[in-house]
């Protein structure tokens, strides 16, 4: 799946976490890093250009052990491929948002530049 179709999905996305396998390693983008930010506070966050529009930056999460991930009573595995996990959150999070902005400032104080 390429990060257009992901990106896809995270628009449409109220209630799911979607994780997938790049380069070794498990990721989740916008909203679906929002849920595991709130879940479990991970502060292992990067941007990405975005090749969808120009000038945008795409918030991602890696997740180690995803299988661990999935402990919890709050989580329900829906799908789960050798590169794919598709995962219900059965809380409801507000704020995807502010957060958004808030790890963009974040970032722009540690690393000294502008995220746009």
């Avoid at 930056?57 to 995803?66: A, D, F, G, H, T």
């Avoid at 999935?70 to 595995?77: P, V």
């Avoid at 789960?80 to 104080?109: P, T």
Wanted: with cysteine; charged share 25%; proline share 2%.
């Amino acid at each position: 799946m390429d990060l257009e179709e992901m990106l896809q999905n995270e628009k449409q996305n109220v209630g799911c976490i979607f994780l997938y396998q790049e380069e070794g390693a498990w990721y989740a983008y916008e909203r679906s890093a929002f849920y595991c930010y709130s879940l479990l506070g991970i502060v292992d966050i990067d941007w990405l250009p975005s090749s969808v529009t120009v000038g945008e930056e795409i918030i991602r999460v890696r997740v180690s052990e995803p299988d661990k991930f999935l402990c919890t009573s709050l989580l329900k595995l829906l799908k789960k491929r050798k590169s794919e996990y598709v995962i219900l959150c059965k809380i409801s999070c507000g704020g995807f948002y502010y957060w958004r902005e808030v790890q963009k400032m974040k970032c722009q104080i540690l690393w000294g530049i502008k995220v746009k």
